[in-house]
């Protein structure tokens, strides 16, 4: 790479502090600018993507154009294939799989916990109105920063019935982020991350929504110092891991992952896979919403599209495995009752 990466966000934006934090890492050079991408985007004229999210990364496309583009897991990809100098994916396929594995459920799984928190209590919505309009520049005019309040937080929280936080799954959504957290500090006391030594692309994943969680909204972040200092000080700790030398840090071995990493993913199956599974059949049967169960109790939300391509991106990774990786990995697709997704 002969230029710094540019890169649009937002420090509210789990997604960006995903990224930013993995090219930090990486030790990839980077520029990253603090606002709106639609906005940022027409000051350069450069064409918009056809939804500008954060992060919006700015790429030569095959043609050495600059082109806007979002979406952090193929990006992270992308950039594994300019430089392999210190990656986030682990060498063993069936490894990565969970890796892959842990990154989804951690980007569309605990960002329901991100927005659910964020928007559904007064204080924390009020927090976050406040807060991301000037997060991309303290100067905002006093009338500016009220309209923007007003902006942020309707087109938000209109957004909850797509990310499923109403008051029918708020129990649900709140028992789960409490045993993820109790889950992650029985875990930290025995690995540093989650495959091993060293961070992997569903360690930031995680982070990025955390970051959040913990270092953004009120809520969220009295409940996990109660219950897992541990989670706290990995996220201060994940912010920037450039120093971390990693020549002789190793990802853990398959047949070797910790009985806490197990109960991790028997919690994504708890939860996420019941989740994919009602979606997915919602979106064959052109039904704009569905119901179900998940850990006993009632979900209702709206159909998600964009969800229904995670799980077949989940499958199609699975079946790029060797049939012998594959039967590497049933036993503990199986025991943990992920095998479902598949």
């Known amino acids: 790479m002969s230029k710094p990466i540019q890169l649009i966000g937002n420090v509210g934006s789990p997604y960006t502090r995903k990224m930013l934090s993995l090219l930090r890492y990486r030790r990839i050079e980077h520029a990253i600018t603090w606002g709106d991408p639609s906005a940022e985007l027409d000051k350069l004229g450069i064409p918009k993507p056809k939804l500008?999210?954060?992060?919006?990364?700015?790429?030569?496309?095959?043609?050495?154009?600059?082109?806007?583009?979002?979406?952090?897991?193929?990006?992270?990809?992308?950039?594994?294939?300019?430089?392999?100098?210190?990656?986030?994916?682990?060498?063993?396929?069936?490894?990565?799989?969970?890796?892959?594995?842990?990154?989804?459920?951690?980007?569309?799984?605990?960002?329901?916990?991100?927005?659910?928190?964020?928007?559904?209590?007064?204080?924390?919505?009020?927090?976050?109105g406040t807060q991301l309009p000037l997060s991309m520049g303290v100067t905002l005019a006093e009338d500016s920063l009220q309209q923007f309040k007003a902006f942020f937080s309707e087109r938000q929280?209109?957004?909850?019935?797509?990310?499923?936080?109403?008051?029918?799954?708020?129990?649900?959504?709140?028992?789960?982020?409490?045993?993820?957290?109790?889950?992650?500090?029985?875990?930290?006391?025995?690995?540093?991350?989650?495959?091993?030594?060293?961070?992997?692309?569903?360690?930031?994943?995680?982070?990025?929504?955390?970051?959040?969680?913990?270092?953004?909204?009120?809520?969220?972040?009295?409940?996990?110092?109660?219950?897992?200092?541990?989670?706290?000080?990995?996220?201060?700790?994940m912010e920037d891991q450039s120093g971390l030398e990693t020549e002789k840090l190793q990802w853990s071995e398959l047949d070797e992952l910790p009985e806490t990493l197990k109960d991790i993913l028997r919690e994504l199956a708890k939860t996420y896979v019941p989740a994919l599974l009602a979606n997915a059949e919602a979106i064959k049967h052109h039904h704009l919403e569905w119901q179900t169960q998940i850990d006993g109790k009632p979900w209702k939300q709206a159909s998600f599209p964009y969800q229904n391509k995670c799980l077949h991106w989940i499958r199609e990774e699975q079946k790029k495995l060797s049939t012998q990786d594959q039967k590497r990995l049933a036993d503990l697709l199986s025991e943990t009752g992920c095998d479902a997704l598949l």
């Open 52 to 128: 500008a999210f954060m992060p919006t990364f700015i790429l030569d496309n095959e043609k050495g154009e600059a082109e806007a583009v979002c979406d952090s897991t193929p990006i992270l990809r992308r950039l594994e294939k300019l430089s392999q100098k210190r990656s986030v994916l682990p060498d063993d396929p069936a490894l990565n799989f969970i890796n892959y594995l842990l990154e989804d459920y951690a980007d569309e799984w605990c960002t329901k916990f991100m927005f659910h928190y964020r928007w559904h209590f007064s204080a924390d919505a009020d927090n976050a």
């Open 157 to 237: 929280i209109g957004r909850l019935g797509y990310v499923g936080s109403n008051e029918i799954t708020a129990p649900v959504i709140d028992a789960s982020f409490r045993r993820l957290l109790q889950l992650l500090e029985a875990h930290f006391a025995r690995l540093p991350y989650l495959l091993g030594d060293k961070p992997s692309s569903a360690d930031f994943a995680l982070f990025g929504q955390l970051s959040q969680l913990i270092g953004f909204d009120p809520t969220p972040r009295a409940i996990a110092y109660d219950l897992s200092p541990r989670t706290v000080a990995w996220v201060s700790i």
